[in-house]
C-alpha cells in the first residue's frame, strides 16, 4: 500500500482487491466493502467473498429504505469499469465515501445514489457525515 501510494502520489490511495485470472472479479480493499451503481442498482460482491462489514449492511438497509435495488452479486472489473456510473467504499470508520479513481481512471466521485446514500446516512446518525471529511 505504501508503494502504491508512492507511485500515485495520492495519501489517499487504496489498493482494490480482485480475483486473480481474466475476469479480476472485483472484491474489497483492505480497510472497506466495495460497491458500484450499475443501471441503477446498487452492487457489491458476494459477502461469502468478503468481510461481511455492519457498514456494507447498512449501505443494503438504507438501498431498502430509500427504493434503490441492491444486489450481491460477482462484478468484473472490466464490466465496472465501462458500466459504472458511481463507485463507493463503507466501514464504521467513515461510513460511507466516494471513489474517484480506479486503476488510474477517474470514476464519478459523488452521483446520485452515493448523494442520497450519505445524505440518509447522516440524517439516521444525527451527524453531517459528509462535514467530517471536509478537514480531510
Given at each position: ?84 456510473s458511481e463507485w463507493m467504499l463503507s466501514n464504521s470508520t467513515f461510513c460511507l465515501a466516494p471513489v474517484g479513481r480506479v486503476a488510474g481512471r477517474p470514476v464519478n ?28
Amino acid at each position: 500500500q505504501q508503494e502504491l501510494k508512492a507511485r500515485t502520489g495520492d495519501p489517499c490511495c487504496e489498493p482494490l482487491f480482485t480475483t486473480d485470472g481474466s475476469d479480476r472479479l472485483l472484491r474489497e480493499t483492505p480497510t472497506a466493502n466495495l460497491f458500484v451503481v450499475m443501471e441503477g442498482i446498487v452492487c457489491t460482491p458476494p459477502r461469502t467473498k468478503t468481510l461481511d462489514g455492519i457498514a456494507s449492511r447498512t449501505v443494503e438497509a438504507l438501498c431498502a429504505q430509500l427504493g434503490i435495488a441492491f444486489r450481491e452479486r460477482e462484478i468484473a472489473l472490466a464490466e465496472a469499469m465501462h458500466h459504472a456510473s458511481e463507485w463507493m467504499l463503507s466501514n464504521s470508520t467513515f461510513c460511507l465515501a466516494p471513489v474517484g479513481r480506479v486503476a488510474g481512471r477517474p470514476v464519478n466521485p459523488r452521483g446520485p445514489i452515493f448523494t442520497r446514500l450519505l445524505r440518509a446516512w447522516s440524517d439516521q446518525a444525527g451527524v453531517d457525515i459528509a462535514g467530517q471529511f471536509a478537514g480531510y
